[in-house]
């Protein structure tokens, strides 16, 4: 089993910056990919960005330039750093990790930016 735990969510205003941080425990060997996901308040979960295992990343067109993803392995820990915070960036995030074709969650944790 994979546990994932995120923190770092908050009220922020907008234009302001927020980092979250996902630790996974458990088995965590053979995880080809972690990333962010985020859902807003009826729609739909979306990625936000991932990162693999030889550190390449990939970002959602909306956050490009403003987020960054980076993994410190030895904590076992990827991170969300967010920039120039908008309220559309408002939503529950989620850390996900891949295995082969299995994926597992985080429960959340929530970012709420202010106009």
């Known amino acids: 089993q994979l546990q994932l735990v995120e923190s770092g969510g908050g009220l922020v205003q907008t234009g302001g910056s927020l980092r979250l941080s996902c630790v996974a425990s458990?088995?965590?060997?053979?995880?080809?990919?972690m990333g962010w996901y985020r859902q807003a308040p009826g729609k739909q979960r979306e990625l936000v960005g991932t990162i693999t295992l030889g550190d390449s990343t990939n970002y959602a067109d909306s956050v490009k330039g403003r987020f960054t993803i980076s993994r410190d392995n030895a904590k076992n820990t990827v991170y969300l750093q967010m920039g120039s915070l908008k309220p559309e960036d408002t939503a529950v995030y989620y850390c996900n990790a891949q295995r082969g074709p299995i994926n597992y969650w985080g429960k959340g944790t929530l970012v709420t930016v202010s106009s």
């Open positions: 458990g088995n965590i060997f053979s995880i080809n990919a």
